[in-house]
């Protein structure tokens, strides 16, 4: 699975942006999608997950401004991101988990989002 993020950029505090991962197969074909972002100096980190049956999970400080979604039909993930705080700063990273192979995790190359405060 090929992965491919887009939606970056330099935005200001405050600011909404959406990010898409759009997948190089069905999606359909996909159990979890996630959300995940490195800050400068530090460590990944999961942002947020949806699973096939379109669940969500969070991490605690993006918990009521981000929000994570899919939609099969167009092979693509989003994440609409709102009141963006400067430790939002981060290469965003999607990723994947097939249905039929669920002990690999398949990885898009990352896209910088800046948040200036």
């Known amino acids: 699975v090929q992965l491919v993020e887009s939606g970056g950029g330099l935005v200001q505090a405050g600011g909404s942006p959406r990010l898409s991962c759009s997948a190089s197969r069905s999606t359909f074909s996909i159990s979890t999608m996630g959300w995940s972002r490195q800050a400068p100096g530090k460590q990944l980190e999961l942002v947020a997950t949806?699973?096939?049956?379109?669940?969500?999970d969070y991490r605690d400080s993006v918990k009521g401004r981000f929000t994570i979604s899919r939609d099969n039909t167009k092979n693509t993930m989003y994440l609409q991101m709102n009141s963006l705080k400067p430790e939002d700063t981060a290469v965003y990273y999607c990723?994947?988990?097939?249905?039929?192979?669920?002990?690999?995790?398949?990885w898009g190359k990352g896209i910088l989002v800046t948040v200036s405060s």
């Open positions: 949806i699973h096939s049956d379109s669940n969500t």
């Open positions: 990723s994947a988990v097939r249905l039929d192979d669920p002990g690999v995790t398949y």
